[in-house]
């Protein structure tokens, strides 16, 4: 049966909020490896501590959800602090993460992330351009979903009617938000350390990382390929998903962490393209539109070559063959 998603503040709305919870939640147990063809931050860690910062973000996602509505904080209010609201979230998630570690190192991450987040510093790279340009990761319209129901998200956001959300569609954005926050905290808390030897002590004191990024060379490479990965995706990949008015999300499967495309409104997004990334954007249009041209263009010559040839050279071996008998007639 297709369910949709409840449309305003009702007991089945705290029904559908609660087993989106308690589904996601026996996900998280299971399977986390990535089955997507690029890298995430939380690819590193081992299933243990992945585990348990996805259960942290679950359990803080929770109390934010609870303060929205003990506050009374609108629609609009979300709105206009969705940028705030995931900055205070991720910090939050950040420092109850850290809390699980030993005691070196532990007190300089929470020092650090105090420092940053009580002068409101956001640790600029492309990772967290790539977030903005992700509408923050539609924090907005899940937050909306989750405690005022469908009917106050705008009308032209998704390809279907509003008051007809699919279920499925709310779980997607709600797993995409899980898993994009565990890979801004792992961000974080990186790039908090003043050198990569640091780094690397840390995540082998705390048993963080997996069997394949056991070496300081593997981690090295790693977070080079990430960065790598990071510029690749925001010059190239994030304008012509934008242009295309499609949004990457990521999902639990019993595979593991896959990613999926789905449709919504991103010109807003168009709009906040730097210069470099809509010339990006406009050689992979003009590539998209000339290349089939010229392919067929460039077939058609050769057709017409290979034709030629052919021709050419049949008529030069009739005219060899003739001069023969001729010859021969005369002998």
Known sequence: MFKYWPNKQSLKLNN??????????IKIKNNLSNKTKFYLYTDMMNHLHKQQLFLIILKELEKLILDIIELNITPKNIKQL????????VYTVSKQFTITFQTKY?????????????????????????????????????LIYLTFGCSYIGNKTFLFNKLYTP?????????????????????????????????IYFLKLNTICNSSYLSTRSIALFFNNLNWQNYIYIYLYQPKLIYSAYYQVLIFTLKGIENKYIYTSRLSDL????????????????????????????????????????????????????AILFSVQKL
């Open 82 to 89: 969705k940028y705030r609201i995931l900055y205070d979230f």
């Open 271 to 322: 709009k906040k393209l730097s210069n470099i990334q809509m010339f990006f954007l406009f050689v992979l249009e003009l590539k998209d539109l000339c290349i089939p041209k010229i392919e067929k263009f460039l077939i058609t010559v050769i057709k017409y070559i290979t034709y030629t040839f052919i021709n050419l050279f049949s008529n030069f071996f009739i005219l060899i063959i003739k």
């Open 16 to 25: 559908a909020v609660i087993e989106l919870f308690y589904k996601t939640k």
């Open 167 to 199: 279920q499925k569609h709310v779980q997607i954005l709600f797993e995409n938000f899980i898993i994009q926050v565990g890979n801004c905290v792992i961000h974080n808390l990186t790039k908090n350390f003043s050198c990569l030897s640091d780094m």
């Open 106 to 142: 532990r007190n300089y991450l929470i020092g650090k992330l105090n420092f940053n987040h009580s002068r409101h510093l956001k640790l600029k790279s492309e990772y967290i351009k790539i977030i903005e340009l992700e509408d923050y990761m539609h924090i907005e319209n899940l």
